[in-house]
């Protein structure tokens, strides 16, 4: 299953070095981007597809967004296996949820972390002595020498799960739509009140442009989806971020309604919009004005 249809297939947790990713790890240094439009009727999402190795990068047909649950969507950045063991979770604990409001989600997506990151803990700090995660608390502390025991103990509470998720949607009792994080080692964070979220290595550069764009929730969705994809294309200047996009549009309503993608034909009006809208080039007739003022004559005058 490809993009918002479902889940990426995982990778084992295998390939990851004891003491870090190791350099064959694909990796998501992404932009995922989630904004509420609509005066809270409706959200914008939007992606690259980029994968990074340490020396090499590639993009794929797979996308970043994929399906929580009803009317919750999921974006995904940093290792993808890691990304993919946490919505693996996640799809267990959400199916059991009595209801898709956000603090069920938010209890769902941050219990979801913490299991896909103690498993991989328990895999790597005990695997090689065939202990449990249950067996090291339990008795590990007695069995160990005391610096065994607080050297392992040490590596699995420092442990760095390197995975962002970004996750928006419409509970059905909530008052309004929300944008959510979950981040290393389980926290999860409302983002709902500034109306606008994303992560990966992009996110700061896409967070400067909706700022400078002043984005609102008010907004309606044609604009919305123009400020996310130039915030987007303001991210393709972080390393590892794709230049191919993916926009969804998400909608509240009494049933479920799937995201709906914007199309290649919608995706180049939003390019020449963005092309018409660009700040210009500054030339060297821009110079003149400036050069006649006193502050630059003195500049210039000034041995």
Known sequence: MSGIEGLSPGIDDSWESRFGIAPWEPKFMTICIAA???????????????????????????????????????GISGTVSNACSVMAHAAGLTGKMESNNSIDVQDALAKAYRQARMKLAEARFL???????????????????????STIDAQISTLDF????????FGDDDNGPSILTVTNPGVCIDHSKLGFWGVGSGWTAAQMSLFARQYSWSFNAEKA???????????????????????????RGKKSIRPIPLQADTKKKLER????LAPKEYGSDHDDPLRASDEFTIFRSAT
């Open 36 to 74: 509420i439009c609509e005066r809270g009727d409706g959200i914008v999402i939007c992606a690259d597809r980029e994968i990074g190795l340490t020396h090499t990068s590639a993009e794929f047909d797979d996308g970043k967004w994929h399906n929580l649950c009803r009317q919750w969507s999921i």
């Open 127 to 149: 695997g090689n002595r065939g202990w449990t995660l249950d067996q090291f608390q339990r008795v590990g502390a007695a069995q160990l020498p005391i610096s065994t025991y």
């Open 162 to 169: 390197n995975t962002d998720l970004l996750t928006t949607g």
């Open 225 to 251: 989806a123009y400020l996310v994809y130039e915030a987007k294309v303001a991210a393709e200047n972080a390393t590892g971020v794709g230049k191919t996009t993916d926009i969804y549009l998400l909608r």
């Open 273 to 276: 919009i963005r092309v018409e």
